[in-house]
């Protein structure tokens, strides 16, 4: 008799282990309900501009509905190029550029090209969580670095506990700034610190700055190509969707040192061919066009966080500071120790839909994420129903 288990195996153990999305935990039972406020997820709640739409329809219209290079047409790459070199004031090159289907793409593109069973990835947290899980699917360790905040709600950075999680198989520290779910910005002393660390460790820095338009007492937020060389270890990660309210289009890019752009490229390859040929077009014209857009929704955003930051901040049992940037308000509930749990009391108590803060990584627990890229009406009315349950 053959003792080999016969049965299939589905996946790969440690993709059958990550976990799903603990927003989606409390959000799926409960959306379509008329009466929720749904305050969950992270997106703009402003469609897509008419100029952006236009473009991807000429775009069809002139028969772009076929393979691209691996690493984008070349006029959004030049565009990214040009983009970038306004954006930081110092030349980026379109060699650095490759073009993903989405930052999320991005993301895993930057795991499968550094990561191998048994390295390492720090994560600085709290953290959107499927930038953790991309380290895992390659069979690498994520290990949290938690911000710290303070009494205030202040969230902070201390170098010391970056250096204490680095060994011999670290291969990268991952750091989102302006941060989702936390608004805390790395400012540029801070960065250069974590630069110079990374080139003693011969560790790359991934930066995910796809929230770096979305600042409120600056044109933008710090950015490490502001201060890395092209062939430093540094890939900064950017995307479409949030700057352009453009998320369901699924595009972004990286900049990277000129060497990774054929490993990109063959990645690029592997995983999708190229990205979507139109809606590469369409990014030609966000960008080329956009920054009325842009200023329009950071003011309208800016507007947004000080209303939902007056409320909250008036509220007993909530503690939380002004976020610098994004579009998110993280704030602690006193005596709340389950989040998850607790975003769910919520929604039946006052129909206002929430992320918990455990979504984050386990630094967040005890938080939750309010979303205020929304109507400042609608964020009115659900402040309205928290009060109760927040005093």
Request: aromatic share 8%.
């Given at each position: 008799m053959n003792d080999v288990d016969q049965s299939p195996r589905v996946a790969r153990p440690v993709i059958e282990a990550l976990e799903g999305s603990r927003i989606r935990q409390v959000a799926e039972s409960n959306i379509g309900r008329d009466d929720i406020i749904p305050l969950?997820?992270?997106?703009?709640?402003?469609?897509?501009?008419?100029?952006?739409?236009?473009?991807?329809?000429?775009?069809?219209?002139?028969?772009?509905?076929?393979?691209?290079?691996?690493?984008?047409?070349?006029p959004l790459r030049e565009t990214i190029a040009t983009y970038s070199t306004s954006l930081i004031c110092r030349a980026i090159d379109v060699d650095r550029v490759t073009v993903s289907a989405s930052g999320m793409a991005a993301i895993m593109l930057?795991?499968?090209?550094?990561?191998?069973?048994?390295?390492?990835?720090?994560?600085?947290?709290?953290?959107?969580?499927?930038?953790a899980g991309t380290v895992e699917?390659?069979?690498?360790?994520?290990?949290?670095?938690?911000?710290?905040?303070d009494e205030n709600g202040v969230w902070h950075l201390d170098m010391n506990d970056i250096a204490a999680a680095c060994d011999e198989r670290t291969r990268a520290i991952y750091v989102n700034s302006p941060g989702n779910p936390t608004g805390w910005v790395m400012e540029s002393v801070q960065q250069r610190e974590l630069l110079d660390f990374a080139r003693e460790r011969g560790v790359y820095v991934v930066s995910d700055e796809v929230y770096v338009r979305l600042i409120y007492?600056?044109?933008?937020?710090?950015s490490f190509l502001d201060i890395a060389a092209p062939e430093d270890r540094v890939i900064v990660v950017n995307s479409f969707s949030k700057s352009w309210?453009?998320?369901?289009?699924?595009?972004?890019?990286?900049?990277?040192?000129p060497e990774l752009g054929p490993i990109f490229s063959k990645l690029n390859e592997f995983n999708i061919a190229s990205p979507t040929t139109f809606v590469q077009h369409a990014g030609v014209a966000?960008?080329?066009?956009?920054?009325?857009?842009?200023?329009?929704?950071?003011?309208?955003y800016r507007r947004n966080r000080d209303l939902v930051f007056q409320r909250l901040a008036a509220m007993p049992k909530v503690t939380l500071a002004r976020p610098e940037g994004a579009f998110y308000a993280f704030f602690a509930v006193a005596g709340m120790t389950d989040s998850v749990a607790y975003a769910k009391e919520l929604i039946a108590e006052t129909g206002v839909g929430m992320a918990p803060g455990r979504a984050f990584g386990e630094s967040g627990e005890g938080w939750m994420r309010l979303c205020f890229a929304a109507e400042a009406s609608t964020l009115s009315m659900a402040l309205d129903r928290l009060e109760p349950a927040l005093s």
């Open positions: 969950w997820f992270g997106e703009p709640d402003i469609p897509t501009p008419d100029y952006i739409k236009q473009a991807a329809q000429d775009a069809l219209a002139d028969d772009h509905v076929f393979y691209s290079q691996n690493r984008g047409i070349p930057v795991s499968q090209s550094l990561v191998d069973a048994g390295d390492n990835v720090l994560i600085i947290g709290p953290l959107w969580p499927n930038c699917v390659m069979g690498g360790e994520a290990r949290s670095v938690p911000l710290k905040p007492d600056r044109p933008r937020a710090p309210s453009m998320t369901g289009w699924r595009l972004g890019w990286l900049t990277h040192p966000a960008m080329r066009d956009g920054e009325p857009f842009i200023a329009e929704m950071v003011e309208r």
